[in-house]
Antibody, heavy 117, light 110 residues
Framework: EVQLVESGGGLVQPGGSLRLSCAAS????????MSWVRQAPGKGLEWVAN????????YYVDSVKGRFTISRDNAKNSLYLQMNSLRAEDTAVYYC??????????WGQGTLVTVSS | QSALTQPPSASGSPGQSVTISCTGT?????????VSWYQQHPGKAPKLMIY???KRPSGVPDRFSGSKSGNTASLTVSGLQAEDEADYYC??????????FGGGTKLTVL
């Protein structure tokens, strides 16, 4: 079964840092682009970042450039999102998803990040 | 990186058909066949319903169909059922390995 499981969310103060993880199973992780997508409470989906199969290329939405870093460890079948200089507006459920041929599938169950003092 | 435009809400009675639109620009929807649609029930992760404008993943009922004309993509749900009540989001490739979502449409089955 193809599965993604996120972890690492929690409560963090403004200006703080957090690292999210996404464990992949059931498919050849190293063969696919991966993505992070977030959803603020009561709001819509927002694409956050993509990373190429070998980790050599990263792409970000403008609002997180310079603060967030997407990375992966293909030996561990794991995707990461390092989030620095966190702001209240970064509060959201963060989902990881496989991005293949223009489609995001599957998705993890999500992990909640709350930025508040 | 402006969001695609979707109507905030749509509704229909059981058995009816409803169409949800998704309008972008020539830089995203109009210029890409990588348009996809996602269904999200409350408290759940999104689920892929349509990809590459009109293709259905295995397991998705054929009541769901997609199309595109110019800068506007559409999702049609035929033979509405109670379980179709959910939020629906369109997504498009926007060039340079960036993606963009629509604002979402809440579908209500009356």
């Amino acid at each position: 079964e193809v599965q993604l499981v996120e972890s690492g969310g929690g409560l963090v103060q403004p200006g703080g840092s957090l690292r999210l993880s996404c464990a992949a199973s059931g498919f050849t992780f190293s063969s696919d682009w991966m993505s992070w997508v977030r959803q603020a409470p009561g709001k819509g989906l927002e694409w956050v970042a993509n990373i190429k199969q070998d980790g050599s290329k990263e792409y970000y939405v403008d609002s997180v450039k310079g603060r967030f870093t997407i990375s992966r460890d293909n030996a561990k079948n794991s995707l990461y999102l390092q989030m620095n200089s966190l702001r209240a507006e970064d509060t959201a459920v963060y989902y990881c998803a496989r991005w293949s041929w223009g489609r995001l599938d599957p998705w993890g169950q999500g992990t909640l990040v709350t930025v508040s003092s | 990186q402006s969001a695609l435009t979707q109507p905030p809400s749509a509704s229909g009675s059981p058995g009816q058909s409803v169409t949800i639109s998704c309008t972008g620009t020539s830089s995203d929807v109009g210029g890409s066949n990588y348009v996809s649609w996602y269904q999200q029930h409350p408290g759940k992760a999104p689920k892929l319903m349509i990809y590459e404008v009109s293709k259905r993943p295995s397991g998705v009922p054929d009541r769901f169909s997609g199309s595109k004309s110019g800068n506007t993509a559409s999702l049609t749900v035929s033979g509405l059922q109670a379980e179709d009540e959910a939020d629906y989001y369109c997504n498009s490739y926007a060039g340079s390995n960036n993606l963009v979502f629509g604002g979402g449409t809440k579908l209500t089955v009356l």
